[in-house]
Antibody, heavy 121, light 107 residues
Framework: EVQLLESGGGLVQPGGSLRLSCAASRFTFSRYAMSWVRQAPGKGLEWVSV????????YYADSVKGRFTISRDNSKNTLYLQMNSLRGEDTAVYYC??????????????WGQGALVTVSS | EIVLTQSPGTLSLSPGERATLSCRASQSVGSNSLAWYQQKPGQAPRLLIY???SRATGIPDRFSGSGSGTDFTLTISRLEPEDFAVYHC????????FGGGTKVEIQ
């Protein structure tokens, strides 16, 4: 079955940076769009960003636009999220999630277990 | 941006009962592009329904989705003990967005 494993979470000070990774296996990674979705403690889900199968098209939520960058390395079957200028409101569990096809902007048929990012001084 | 409102916030029911969860959109969701997810404490969400009414692989037929336009419903025909969880709706007809969730708890 599809496996998605996030890494790179942790504690960071406000204004700092962090890069999350999501290692994908057991499916042909390069054929599918991928997203990051986050969940603040005790809150609902918030879509963050999506990248299409080739990496040539990306979209961002307004709350992270200009601060976060999504990317992928299809040769390594890995998705990334570079997070800069972090704020307290970015504290959340970050999930990587697989789209059902190559174009961005669909639903999510598989999810990783999540990586906790805590922004605090 | 399409805003999704889920109701009720919490649903208290007993095993064997029927659960009806609502997801209302601030504007029409194109092509019935609505999905439902189940999330248990400490776990990632799991896809239940996509396209408003299509069950995902491996999802029991006690789960069903319906609706169109701005009003969508997830129905669990007879609650099993493992169904007590939080349920999220998501629209993908425009810029992606989620509802606030409905918690189904044991009465």
């Amino acid at each position: 079955e599809v496996q998605l494993l996030e890494s790179g979470g942790g504690l960071v000070q406000p204004g700092g940076s962090l890069r999350l990774s999501c290692a994908a296996s057991r499916f042909t990674f390069s054929r599918y769009a991928m997203s990051w979705v986050r969940q603040a403690p005790g809150k609902g889900l918030e879509w963050v960003s999506v990248i299409n199968d080739s990496g040539g098209t990306t979209y961002y939520a307004d709350s992270v636009k200009g601060r976060f960058t999504i990317s992928r390395d299809n040769s390594k079957n890995t998705l990334y999220l570079q997070m800069n200028s972090l704020r307290g409101e970015d504290t959340a569990v970050y999930y990587c999630a697989k789209d059902p096809d190559g174009g961005p902007g669909g639903y999510f048929d598989y999810w990783g277990q999540g990586a906790l990012v805590t922004v605090s001084s | 941006e399409i805003v999704l409102t889920q109701s009720p916030g919490t649903l208290s029911l007993s095993p064997g009962e029927r659960a009806t969860l609502s997801c209302r959109a601030s504007q029409s969701v194109g092509s019935n592009s609505l999905a439902w997810y189940q999330q248990k404490p400490g776990q990632a969400p799991r896809l239940l329904i996509y396209g408003a009414s299509s069950r995902a692989t491996g999802i029991p037929d006690r789960f069903s989705g319906s609706g169109s336009g701005t009003d969508f419903t997830l129905t669990i025909s007879r609650l099993e003990p493992e169904d007590f969880a939080v349920y999220h709706c998501q629209q993908y007809g425009g810029s992606l967005s989620f509802g606030g969730g409905t918690k189904v708890e044991i009465q």
